[in-house]
């Protein structure tokens, strides 16, 4: 069974940073695509980052300049490097994963909270 865990949130103080981890467990398939979600309270879950095969990365504009998604050696897992944290970043953060057969699978989620 194909599990997905973040890890690495926490509280943090305006312009202070945090790095989540995203690992994948139980899968034998590649896996193509990391994206990094954020939900706040009462908004909708958007996209953070992605980073694909080829390791090609695309990030959501309020966070560009300022995160960075990166792919470790093991390739089953990924970071996402937060800096000048803003109250606004405050939501939980969730990984999704797809494999090389289209199997998505999504983690549940970290809390970062950025307090001003």
């Known amino acids: 069974q194909v599990q997905v865990v973040e890890s690495g949130g926490g509280l943090v103080q305006a312009g202070g940073s945090l790095r989540l981890s995203c690992a994948a467990s139980?899968?034998?398939?590649?896996?193509?695509?990391f994206d990094w979600y954020r939900q706040a309270p009462g908004k909708e879950r958007e996209l953070v980052a992605s980073?694909?095969?080829?390791?090609?990365?695309n990030y959501g504009d309020s966070v560009k300049g300022r995160f960075t998604i990166s792919r470790a050696n093991a390739r089953h897992t990924v970071y996402l490097q937060m800096n000048n944290l803003k109250p606004e970043d405050t939501a939980v953060y969730y990984c999704?994963?797809?494999?090389?057969?289209?199997?998505?699978?999504w983690g549940e989620g970290t809390q970062v909270t950025v307090s001003s």
């Open positions: 980073i694909r095969s080829g390791d090609r990365t």
């Open positions: 999704k994963i797809t494999t090389e057969y289209a199997l998505i699978i």
């Open positions: 139980g899968s034998s398939f590649a896996i193509n695509d």
